[in-house]
């Protein structure tokens, strides 16, 4: 219960920091960049290396990839079929191609499976939702934007990332079986534990409701997909065709009905993909996903696969 009003009341602060100008108009930045570099590699080093590795790791990391794969397929065919605009697709390629996986996903599997659940979200997150962004992510945006970026500069990106190296790390240190010191893993655990309120602080502090017009159907179907159409496929393939069970599915599975990720949505609008409309896409996917996930969650207890 703590969990859940920490993530409520961190989410509230942000969007009352914002509104009543305590909170520095580009804030956020400083926010996002301690998170991503600092918060979520101190995760990653605290919680991977204790990961049982087995084929069901597959699961989590392949919920991200199957994500933009299908977002680009379905939005390739539906924007040739009503005539949007390449960015318009771009923009709804990328927004509704990648979840929250960390700043949202994070507090909300903490709140209902507790630590343990962070373990996957890692998985989730980390070769998941940041390689699959940094690479097929990247590499839409440049399309759709007509921009360009060699094979050779997003590896280079990707290496030199933080996260990336802490996450390579994280499982040398699994995969080796090297136990950290424990004033070492308490000093990680301590930095992660950053994560929740910082993260739900900056989203609170981006979200802007701004009024739409020819946004409206892109929207409406950018959500759709993300929020009910991508979960229901993931819970079609895991639960029902595939047949898995457990912890790591479940949370795999809520990944997916994550609302939309803060950072593709950035990249989107830098590379001038319908900025208002990502706004948008964040402004009402966020909030919105609060109440799908309690959704995805009741059919989740109610299906008995839990």
Not at 103 to 116: D, K
Not at 164 to 190: R, T, W
Not at 196 to 213: D, E, H, I, R
């Amino acid at each position: 219960m703590a969990n859940l009003i920490l993530l409520f009341l961190c989410l509230l602060l942000g969007i009352f920091l914002r509104k009543f100008k305590i909170f520095p108009e580009n804030g956020h930045v400083a926010l996002n960049s301690f998170v991503v570099n600092i918060s979520l590699s101190a995760l990653s080093l605290y919680y991977i290396p204790k990961i049982v590795l087995n084929y069901q790791v597959i699961f989590p990391v392949l919920v991200p990839w199957l994500n933009i794969l299908l977002a680009l397929l379905f939005f390739s065919i539906l924007g040739k079929k009503l005539g949007w605009s390449k960015s318009l697709i771009g923009a709804l390629i990328l927004c509704a191609g990648f979840s929250n996986t960390s700043f949202v996903g994070i507090p909300v599997i903490q709140a209902l499976y507790g630590e343990s659940g962070i373990k996957t979200v890692m998985l989730v997150d980390q070769p998941g939702s940041f390689v699959a962004l940094s690479t097929l992510g990247i590499t839409i945006a440049n399309v759709y934007s007509g921009g360009k970026s060699s094979a050779f500069e997003i590896i280079q990106k990707i290496l030199k990332f933080p996260p990336f190296i802490a996450f390579s790390v994280a499982v040398a240190l699994n995969i080796f079986n090297v136990e950290i010191p424990g004033e070492i893993d308490e000093v990680f655990a301590k930095l992660g534990a950053t994560t929740v309120p910082l993260a739900l602080v900056s989203v609170g502090s981006q979200l802007q409701w701004q009024k739409f017009n020819n946004e409206a159907k892109p929207l409406f179907f950018g959500l759709l997909f993300k929020l009910l159409l991508f979960p229901a496929f993931i819970f079609i393939l895991y639960f029902l065709i595939l047949k898995q069970r457990g912890d790591i599915i479940e949370i795999s599975f809520l990944e997916s009905a994550m609302g939309p990720m803060v950072t593709a949505a950035i990249i989107a609008a830098a590379h001038r993909l319908e900025p208002k409309l990502c706004n948008l896409m964040l402004g009402i996917g966020i909030p919105l996903s609060f109440v799908t996930l309690a959704f995805w969650y009741f059919v989740l207890q109610l299906s008995g696969f839990n």
